[in-house]
């Protein structure tokens, strides 16, 4: 079914309704000849689903193929595939929760299963005794062949009072290509581990350390700390082989902030110390009337920060901007990042997804919400393929929490419209006004020649919804500014330009 992505060419468009109504992929990897294979689920409620299996070519053709009664028999009822890796022999690999309501023990399962979707092997296990529920489980494919899973378990401890106080902490699997455990631990929260004040963790990626034999978590959750009971803190954890922790870092936020990202992801490093993180702040509490909520930043594995920048303000307060944490990166100029907008979530209809096109540099190429076609989807997973396009899986929620429709778009580069600019030197008495031809159909051009030469500025344009559509970096000397509007849509914009401490310049135009 092909639908307007956003209002420009596109590529193709998969909605699974008809077909497969009831239906979610919830993520996905990309090959090498630029086809995706993606995993989820299909069935109209949490007790009557199967796990399903998708393969889309970079053309848009698909097949789909929905696991039945073979895999564990009763235990089939409920269960969706959720994480999902490549293993060294060419295989995959991909896990599932089993509903706790399902057995008196927590359980989870891992699928591993070839190109032709045939179940190579299948294994169940039952999760730690203290473990009430799985969250959140990822999968990396380690070095030696291996796969590491990280999640968060739930577990309950009774306090002095009586009262019972709920903990969510990392838990960790090592598989073979067949699926089977070689080791596993569930971290308890004891003083002697380094960051015991996170009492709620949340894993939003699992990564190799560069720097050692070990690995990098991503998580967000609360500390107890001094006088402030409840902080929200976005945490670089730091694991050994054995799934032992060896530091916790923190990342600070301003005193705008409470917590520099509410949930943040990485596919490009800086440096073997540093990641450029996408994500979402938690809210501000900055002027009124004004939200931030994308983010991109510079941190460092200490939990220094950098540099940050936040290219997502709206004016309107109901209106609401989530990150979801997904990054996929083609090359320095080419990294994608998803997010979806709502409205206060007054109705199950109100979000509508969006993509992002920005650099290494955390330069911001283009900022693109979905048209008004996508309401009710959101992202659930982001991939790059090799020809620097980008496909994002989409859930449509539908008339009950548990009820989705699977939506697939892959989008080129050019298909966000990313808008260029350039300094060049033109004689003094062509300089018409600080912003020229006003209102455009096309360039717009910026009189510069105030600003001083061998320094390196931002020229940022943002709509009248307080969405940043581009955020460049000036290289260059000359004294007029030509932006490429042509690709904006008809409406008043906002222009400025800074250094790396204030606003140098700002107006407005017209686009027609």
């Excluded at 045939?118 to 380690?142: C, K, M, N, Q, W």
């Amino acid at each position: 079914m092909a639908l307007p992505i956003f209002g420009s060419a596109q590529q193709w468009v998969i909605d699974l309704k008809g077909e497969m109504p009831c239906s979610r992929l919830t993520c996905c990897i990309a090959k090498d000849d630029g086809d995706i294979v993606a995993v989820g689920y299909c069935g109209e409620s949490i007790e009557k689903r199967n796990p399903m299996f998708a393969r889309i070519s970079s053309d848009g053709d698909y097949q789909i193929h929905v696991v039945g009664d073979s895999l564990f028999g009763f235990h089939n009822q409920g269960l969706g595939f959720n994480g999902i890796t490549r293993l060294s022999n060419g295989n995959y690999i991909t896990t599932f929760r089993i509903p706790v309501s399902e057995s008196d023990a927590v359980e989870f399962g891992v699928v591993v299963f070839d190109d032709d979707f045939e179940i190579v092997s299948s294994r169940l296990y039952v999760a730690d005794t203290i473990a009430e529920d799985v969250y959140g489980i990822h999968l990396l494919l380690d070095d030696d062949g291996t796969v590491v899973l990280c999640g968060s378990y739930e577990y309950t401890v009774i306090l002095s009072n009586g009262f019972g106080q709920t903990f969510l902490r990392p838990f960790f699997y090592r598989f073979d290509e067949w699926g089977d455990s070689l080791s596993c631990r569930y971290v308890k929260r004891i003083p002697s581990e380094p960051g015991y004040s996170l009492e709620h963790f949340e894993c939003n990626q699992i990564k190799r350390d560069p720097m050692s034999d070990g690995y990098i978590i991503f998580g967000n959750g609360t500390s107890s700390t001094g006088s402030v009971q409840y902080m929200n803190h976005n945490s670089v954890l730091f694991y050994d082989r054995d799934f032992y922790s060896r530091d916790t870092q923190f990342c600070p936020a301003d005193e705008n902030m409470k917590a520099l990202f509410e949930a943040m992801n990485s596919d490009t490093w800086l440096s073997d110390d540093r990641m450029l993180v996408y994500g979402e702040t938690l809210y501000t509490s900055g002027p009124p009337g004004e939200r931030w909520r994308l983010m991109l930043a510079d941190i460092s594995l200490d939990g220094t920060v950098n540099r940050y920048d936040r290219f997502y303000s709206i004016p309107d307060t109901s209106v609401n901007v989530q990150g979801r944490s997904w990054m996929s990166m083609v090359n320095d100029t080419t990294i994608y990042g998803s997010y979806y907008i709502y409205k206060d979530f007054k109705g199950p209809f109100d979000t509508r997804p969006g993509v992002c096109l920005f650099t290494k540099d955390m330069e911001i190429l283009a900022v693109r919400t979905m048209s008004s076609a996508f309401i009710g989807c959101y992202p659930s997973d982001l991939v790059s393929l090799p020809d620097g396009s980008c496909v994002l899986l989409c859930a449509r929620l539908g008339v009950s929490p548990y009820h989705y429709d699977a939506v697939v778009v892959k989008f080129s580069r050019e298909d966000l419209n990313p808008i260029p600019c350039s300094v060049k030197d033109i004689p003094h008495d062509k300089l018409q006004a600080l912003a020229f031809p006003n209102p455009t159909r096309g360039e717009l051009n910026i009189d510069i020649s105030g600003l001083p030469n061998d320094t390196e500025n931002r020229v940022s344009i943002t709509d009248m919804q307080g969405m940043v559509r581009m955020s460049r970096i000036i290289r260059g000397n000359g004294n007029l500014l030509t932006i490429d509007a042509s690709s904006l849509e008809a409406g008043t914009y906002i222009y400025s330009v800074s250094d790396t401490e204030k606003e140098l310049l700002k107006g407005k135009f017209v686009k027609e």
